[in-house]
Nanobody, 115 residues
Framework: QVQLVESGGGLVQPGGSLRLSCAAS????????MGWYRQAPEKERELVAT???????HYADSVKGRFTISRADVVNTVYLQMTSLKPEDTAVYYC?????????WGQGTHVTVSS
């Protein structure tokens, strides 16, 4: 098992930036992939980005070129750097570890993009 704690969310103006962090309770060296998902009000949870243990990343089309996922295994943390934020990026962002049936989720962090 692994516990995940997200942080870094908040209110930001359109065009602004935020960096989300996901701290794991144990080593993530062998966990692949790590990922970020988001859920906007009245919408289903959707993939934002994933990163494998080898550092290969994958992004949703809606965030390509704006978001960057990275992992720092030495501190058991995954990051999501978000730039050029848009109002449609408003959502609860969740960290994910592994794949089904052994997938773990964090509690989420709120991101609101508004002027």
């Amino acid at each position: 098992q692994v516990q995940l704690v997200e942080s870094g969310g908040g209110l930001v103006q359109p065009g602004g930036s935020l960096r989300l962090s996901c701290a794991a309770s144990r080593s993530i060296f062998s966990i692949s992939p790590m990922g970020w998902y988001r859920q906007a009000p009245e919408k289903e949870r959707e993939l934002v980005a994933t990163i494998t243990a080898y550092g290969r990343s994958h992004y949703a089309d809606s965030v390509k070129g704006r978001f960057t996922i990275s992992r720092a295994d030495v501190v058991n943390t995954v990051y999501l750097q978000m730039t050029s934020l848009k109002p449609e990026d408003t959502a609860v962002y969740y960290c994910s570890a592994g794949t089904e049936p052994s997938r773990y989720w964090g509690q989420g962090t709120h991101v609101t993009v508004s002027s």
